[in-house]
């Protein structure tokens, strides 16, 4: 009987220390595990760009994904016109024109999923992705010309239970931008020109040719920049460079890049230059529809820096030569 | 009979087990990975960018003009940037949405920092601007003034030199990539631009390029003189994330 308890006690204790052991190892798990989340706001949306032609009178519905990549909090949606901001594609947003009931853009769009109306707050758990179905109808009186406007994504966080904060609290936004361009026949005029090709009009041997190109838009539609730089030396091989298809859009000018793989770079040669006459020719046109505008520009390229070493080590060898001579001849001073 | 010594073995074991059965975070999205992106699924399978209408279904647009004559559809979409040949979200994060400063000392500044990341993987370029909804302000109406540095000249969008502790406000400094160039060092503030007064947004980050993964970070910092009321002092600050067009 003694032998039973002692064997049921011991069974219990063994039992009991197993279940602890559980337990830290269980908890040492979780905590982990345990995904950090120190209040962080993170949204995304895609795509992050919307061109679409459209007559007037029709209509199309864009769906739009958003993400709540941080912790749960109150979304809603707003879109807001905008003009360029400077010459490298940033929009300028008119908020004080933001879409409302009351807006005369208003009739053009209507939020159709998650909410009914634009600036109407929604719950996204963090971790989440929303579809935003937006219709979009320019009415059948609209002029034919661009339109541009920003969807804004707006995420905010509740202040944590318990904390009266001495300080402020964020709230972040996140845009996409929709080029509308209004037409009847889907083949809009588009106008132009080239603003600026510029490289240096003198170069140094060695040195790298850097080209700036600023496009004008002169008509009613955007348009994307079709072309390429060609450079000719005097002797050996041309090289051409690619302008990246950014959007011109209407009474704007933009500075375009080259593009290189999917990335846009500046445009510069990648060879150095040596000695002569380096002419460029830049190519452009609209989406490439429209004809071809050219225009071409000079480099003369001269081994300065070389020179300049040369007179240099000469100066330094015949100072040497020089206080080698006084010193041979020390009475030739006298 | 199972012997005590099993027993133990076995419960433990059981214990052991249920850590691994445990509900773990579930990944189920099927992603494309490069060294230069990532393509999470969903997104697309939810139809991003893809647009639709009674009558007719586009297929994707990726980059390219839609399918369909322009005349029957209405309309011709495209989505994404034509020469990117994948639609990569334009995302926007920050760490410490939620600022406290805690309990403030006259003439001991505090500073605190939050890191903003932006991803403009398929967009030509992005900016992020910022402004706040007023001074830091109690419920009772009094206020921090903004910051205007130690020669009272720094503004909304020019930083200026603020290290003196008997210079008083709030205001914020910018380090790391694609920031304003007038934050020279740590030592340079502006303050926000304050909607209350129609000022207007200020840009705090900028990129004309595509850029995978820019970072800053965001110190704000406060200093109050001997006066000051005492009080719970707020605002709400907005960032504002646009890609290019």
Redesign the interface.
Known sequence: MNNLQF?IY??KR??LA??I??LI??FT??II?C?AR??????????????????P?????????I?N??EDGMASIYIIPFDAQGE????L?DEENAITGSHPFASWFSIISPVSSFGEKFYMAGGA?Q?VLVKISPPSNASEKDY?F?L?YELG?D??GG???????????????L?ISVSK??NPEKMFEITEFSAPKIIDSLGKLDFSVRIGNLGSYLF?SNGQITIKPWFGKAETLTL????V?SDSVR?I?C?KD????SCEASYKVLVGIYKSTLEVSADGETDLQKETITTIAFPFSIIFVFIFIFAILNIIKNTKNKARNPLDNN | MVSPKSLFFLTTLFFLLAIYVLPQDVQGQAKIVSPNYIIQMPNFNSGAGIPSSSGYKLDTTIGQTAPGLYSSSGYRVRSGFQYIHSIIPFSFSMSNFLINFGTLIPGTPVTLTSTLTVSAGGAGGYKVTTRESGSLQTSGGQSIPDATCDAGTCTESAAGVWSQATTYGFGYNMSGQDIPSDFINSTYFRHFANAGLSQTDQIVMINANVGRSRTATITYKVNISGVQGSGRYQNKILFTAIPSF
Do not use: W
């Open positions: 064997t011991n069974f063994k039992f197993s279940l052991l559980s190892i269980n798990f979780l595990n995904p120190a209040q962080s706001l993170g949204l995304s949306i895609t795509p992050p760009i919307n061109e679409i032609m459209i007559i009178g029709k209509t199309v519905t864009q769906t739009f994904t993400t990549d941080g490298n594609g940033n929009p947003l992705h579809d541009y920003t804004l966080n202040v944590p904390i009266t904060p001495t300080g402020p609290t964020n709230q972040a936004r996140i845009g996409s931008n080029l026949d889907g994307k990246a298809p950014l959007n859009i500075n890049p593009l999917e990335e846009t770079i």
